[in-house]
């Protein structure tokens, strides 16, 4: 059973980074970035396989970075030029399945998210 913690959360104003960590125990082919915000669906924001390939949602395109340290089996998201519309609650997902989108309903190991505010 993969195990995923994530950390790098936080506040920040509009026009401003962060970064977040998801720290993975265990193999995965498959890494993603998800987000809830209050009274809406998860979202799938971005991911990567384990060769690398990166896919990500039209909302973050240009503005978020996924990226892997296969040493440090440890997940990131770079986020720029955040926005009040990226507000919510992110999660860390993996899975070992030999394809890779972001369908929820794909992902068998979640973390337990991290908050991510945005003031304007």
């Known amino acids: 059973q993969v195990q995923l913690v994530e950390s790098g959360g936080g506040s920040v104003q509009a026009g401003g980074s962060l970064r977040l960590s998801c720290a993975a125990r265990g193999y995965t082919y498959c890494m993603a970035w998800f987000r809830q915000a209050p009274g809406k669906e998860r979202e799938g924001v971005a991911y990567i396989t384990s060769e690398g390939s990166a896919t990500y949602a039209n909302s973050v395109k240009d503005r978020f970075t996924i990226s892997k340290d296969n040493a440090k089996n440890t997940l990131y998201l770079q986020m720029n030029s955040l926005t009040s519309e990226d507000t919510a609650m992110y999660y860390c997902?993996?899975?070992?399945?030999?394809?890779?989108?972001?369908?929820?309903?794909?992902?068998?190991?979640w973390g337990q998210g991290t908050q991510v505010t945005i003031s304007s």
């Open positions: 997902a993996a899975h070992n399945l030999s394809w890779c989108q972001l369908i929820p309903a794909d992902f068998r190991a």
